[in-house]
């Protein structure tokens, strides 16, 4: 299940995610499920037609990720693989970064991230010029409509309809669309 929320220059990207790190850090061992969230660039393109054509967008580069993981053997509820990324570069995250806060309560610090963007983008060493006013506004008056696709999210990921892992033939041990 992948949610876009678009405004001008970013959009903030959605996705349960099915997870097995190949390196793993120190008790981070084992399958995490969960709901990722990174806040992208967007990039309309030129209209491919005429002026009632769809027009074209990019959902481009990462700024910043957010992964409300579980390990898959653990206790629902626990959060207990939650982290974010401050550092992306290019497409690549930065290590992960554990926050107590984050994991004692996600929704609450992730309400609170979100609608201090201009907060975020400071922290994570962003160009403020990524941003518009608009995308400021939009995304603060959005933030409780996002948030709450995040708590659906992680009841559908808790109930086993999404983050399950990909069938036996898949070559890879991540099953998401971010």
Known sequence: MLYLFGFERIGVAVSDIYF?????????DGAERGV??????LEPGELKGSIYSARPITVDKPIWR???LESVTGTPGSFDRTHHHPAVEGWEPG????????????LK????RLADIEGVLAEVG??????SAADVAGLKERTPEIVDAVRRLLADVRAGHLAT???E????VRASWL
């Open 20 to 28: 097995v790190d190949p390196n793993p850090g120190k008790d981070q």
């Open 36 to 41: 990722r969230l990174e806040v992208r660039r």
């Open 66 to 68: 957010i992964d409300l």
């Open 95 to 106: 290590g992960r970064v554990f926050d107590k806060e984050l994991s004692a309560e996600p």
């Open 109 to 112: 610090w992730l309400s609170a």
């Open 126 to 131: 962003a160009d403020r010029d990524e941003v």
């Open 165 to 167: 892992p990909p069938d």
């Open 169 to 172: 033939s898949a070559t890879s």
